[in-house]
C-alpha cells in the first residue's frame, strides 16, 4: 500500500492501531453481531468470504492435520488418504498424498516467498482457505481477484484484530476475562485458547495453535496430526531444502510460549471430546499433550 497513506495513518492514528496501515484506506470491513468481518471489500471491490457462523459446528469424525516438520517426509500417509485433511503453510506440497479439504496461512511472509505455492492452492475450488485480512490483500496484490478460486474464510489475531487497537501481551486476560468462549492458561494467564473464532484466535507462535482453535470450531472430534515436531529447528521444513531455508523462531519460543500453549490446548480439547494423536514420534510434545501413534495404528 501506498507510503503517502501509511504516513497520513500514522499521523492520524496511536501506535496501538499500527498493524492496520496497509490496509488503510484500501480495505472496508463490516462485522457480525457474534464480531467477525462478515464483509469486505478491496480497492472498492467485494471479495466473496464465508460467514464463519455458516462452519460452526458444520464438521464432525476425523480430520488430518499436516504442519511442517521434517518428520512428514518419513511419515506414511496411505493409510490416512480417506481422511479430509488441513493443510498450513508449505504442508500444500503434499496435496497429492492427502486430501485437502482446508488450509491455514496466517503467516504473511510464507506468502511472499512461496508464491507460486500459494498461487496453486487458491485455484483449487474445494479448498476453504483460513487466512487473515492482511492475508486476502496480499494474495489479490499477487494474483488478482480472478485467481482466487477457493472459498475464503477470515480468522483474526485476538489482539491484532483489523481497525481494532492493539492488545499487549500482558493485557490478554484483563481483555477477554468476561468472554465465555475463552479459555485461560493456568499456570500463565495471557496464554488462551478461543473457542469461538468469530471473536478471535489466540497466537502462541505456530500456525498449528490456530489450525486447532479453527478445528475445534468446526465440530470435528478427532484430529491426526503430522510435522508437529518443535524439534530439531536447525533442519529443513518437510518441504525445504538447506539452499532455500526460511528463518525459524520456534526454538526461543518453545518452553515460554508454545509447549504451555500446547498443552492448555489439549486440556480445552479434551474437556470438549476431542482426541488428538500425534504422528510425530520423537515430537517434543510429550505424549501427556498428544497421544503419539503410527499411521497404520489410527483407524
Known amino acids: 500500500m501506498g507510503t503517502f497513506f501509511k504516513q497520513i495513518y500514522r499521523y492520524s492514528h496511536s501506535r496501538r492501531f499500527r498493524h492496520n496501515e496497509n490496509l488503510w484506506p484500501y480495505v472496508k470491513i463490516k462485522r457480525a453481531s457474534e464480531g467477525h468481518i462478515s464483509s469486505l471489500s478491496v480497492r472498492g471491490q467485494p471479495v466473496a468470504i464465508v460467514n464463519l457462523s455458516d462452519i460452526a459446528r ?43 479439504k482446508f488450509f491455514v496461512i496466517v503467516d504473511m511472509t510464507f506468502i511472499d516467498q512461496r508464491q507460486s505455492m500459494v498461487k496453486e492452492m487458491i485455484n483449487d475450488p474445494d479448498i476453504l482457505f483460513f487466512t487473515t485480512v492482511r492475508g486476502v490483500v496480499k494474495v489479490i496484490e ?34 477477554y476475562q468476561d468472554e465465555e468462549s475463552v479459555r485461560f492458561c493456568k ?73 504451555p500453549a500446547f498443552r492448555h490446548a489439549s486440556q480445552v480439547l479434551k474437556e470438549n471430546s476431542i482426541e488428538v494423536l500425534n504422528l510425530s514420534l520423537n515430537s517434543a510434545l510429550d505424549s501427556s499433550i498428544f497421544k503419539k501413534v503410527k499411521p497404520h495404528d489410527v483407524c
Request: charged share 20%.
Open 187 to 259: 499456570t500463565d494467564r495471557n496464554i488462551a485458547f478461543f473457542k469461538d473464532i468469530r471473536k478471535g484466535v489466540f497466537d502462541a507462535g505456530t500456525v498449528a495453535h490456530w489450525a486447532l482453535q479453527i478445528i475445534q470450531f468446526m465440530g470435528f472430534s478427532r484430529v491426526i496430526i503430522a510435522g508437529l515436531d518443535m524439534n530439531n529447528f536447525q533442519q529443513p521444513r518437510f518441504y525445504e531444502n538447506e539452499n532455500d531455508k526460511s528463518p525459524c523462531g520456534l526454538e526461543q519460543q518453545f518452553s515460554g510460549l508454545i509447549e
Open 142 to 175: 499477487y494474483f488478482g481477484y480472478s485467481a482466487i478460486r477457493c472459498q475464503i474464510a477470515i480468522v483474526e489475531d485476538a489482539c491484532f484484530k483489523s481497525f481494532q487497537p492493539q492488545v499487549l501481551t500482558e493485557e490478554i486476560h484483563q481483555s
Open 58 to 100: 458444520k464438521y464432525s469424525g476425523d480430520l488430518l492435520l499436516i504442519a511442517s516438520g521434517p518428520s512428514v517426509n518419513e511419515t506414511d500417509f496411505s493409510p490416512l488418504q480417506h481422511l479430509p485433511a488441513m493443510g498450513v503453510n508449505g504442508s500444500w506440497f503434499m496435496h497429492d498424498k492427502t486430501n485437502f
